[in-house]
């Protein structure tokens, strides 16, 4: 008779995977986790004492084809962060503080100790940011993925109070736009760069970097988590963009309200040098519209409130444009 292993699928190495990262999820978990990794669905109890009016933020998202390089290296942890501070970075767009955070990880053959060393990054990065690994989901799908190529997906949820959500509705002319730097691509882009950059241009040193290109590739996405919190603790933060897939033509546009747009002066930020080795490969304007070029977070105040926000965040921070009245809600980027 055949068996389910026959066909590809080693039910005995899928529990071994979960019994390995239950302590790791366990170890993110505090009394408000009623139920975590092993049953069919995690319980959290929102302590709603905390909260006048809380709204749950929610959003999902994976890491692309940085799977690709991540697995090659054997950064398995790195890129299980990486996923959880893209997710942290969506919510917080609108203001949340992240909650609870669960994966998904899709494989052809299910090696347990791959599966958790990956979700022990996940695990750093949730204690980090204070948020429970509520659970998860390992699937070993033979004929879908080839042996040693696997997928990554997160699902995170968060808390704001509804007075203190950030929308954008308020972003008006004459606002500043400043900018968190990111570490390089963070998790977008990586189809287009690995289809110009040969691999064995991976090892080699790009110049005045120290790194390899494959390190400046694998370099981690931050969470901007702490300094939106300290930026929101002295002003009022009026808007705030992850630049993600799209670049900052086409996420900063996502957040603006009809009749506005932004006004980004280039060269007014470190630009790790990744973009630079990257342009002579591609137009300048697929590099805008593809990558995000050195700036991770846009965030959005009053004219008057800039100066503060680069007095709290002293060297983390920098003045890269203002909004300014546009019939399309499109970004221009100016020399």
Request: net charge negative; charged share 15%; hydrophobic share 45%.
């Amino acid at each position: 008779m055949t068996t389910y292993r026959d066909a590809g699928v080693n039910i005995d190495a899928g529990n071994q995977a979960v019994e390995l990262i239950r302590p790791l999820a366990a170890a993110t978990q505090g009394p408000e986790v009623l139920a975590g990794v092993g049953p069919f669905s995690g319980l959290f109890a929102l302590d709603t004492t905390r909260y006048r009016a809380p709204v749950l933020i929610a959003s999902t998202d994976g890491v692309g084809t940085k799977v690709l390089l991540a697995a090659g290296a054997g950064r398995h942890a790195q890129v299980g962060a990486d996923l959880v501070n893209h997710c942290v970075n969506d919510v917080l767009t609108a203001g949340a503080e992240p909650l609870f955070f669960l994966d998904y990880v899709a494989t052809g053959v299910l090696e347990p100790r791959m599966v958790a060393e990956l979700v022990s990054g996940m695990a750093d990065a949730c204690r980090q940011v204070g948020c429970a690994l509520l659970g998860g989901e390992t699937a070993e799908m033979p004929g879908l993925y080839q042996p040693g190529i696997y997928d990554v997906a997160g699902f995170m949820v968060g808390v704001s109070e509804r007075n203190a959500i950030i929308d954008g509705t308020s972003i008006a002319e004459g606002d500043a736009l400043l900018a968190l730097p990111s570490t390089g691509l963070h998790t977008n882009g990586y189809s287009l760069a690995r289809r110009v950059i040969p691999r064995q241009a991976l090892s080699q040193t790009m110049p005045g970097s120290g790194q390899t290109v494959l390190e400046a590739l694998l370099a981690p996405h931050r969470a901007y988590l702490d300094s939106v919190r300290r930026l929101r603790e002295r002003i009022t933060v009026k808007g705030l963009a992850h630049i993600t897939g799209g670049g900052l033509v086409g996420n900063l546009p996502r957040i603006l309200p009809v009749g506005l747009g932004a006004r980004i002066q280039r060269g007014t930020w470190p630009e790790p040098p990744i973009f630079s080795y990257l342009a002579p490969f591609v137009s300048d304007d697929e590099l805008w519209r593809t990558f995000n070029m050195g700036i991770g977070m846009v965030v959005v105040v009053d004219e008057p409130s800039a100066a503060m926000a680069l007095e709290t965040l002293v060297g983390e921070i920098f003045l890269v444009g203002d909004i300014v009245a546009s019939e399309q809600r499109r970004v221009q980027i100016v020399e």
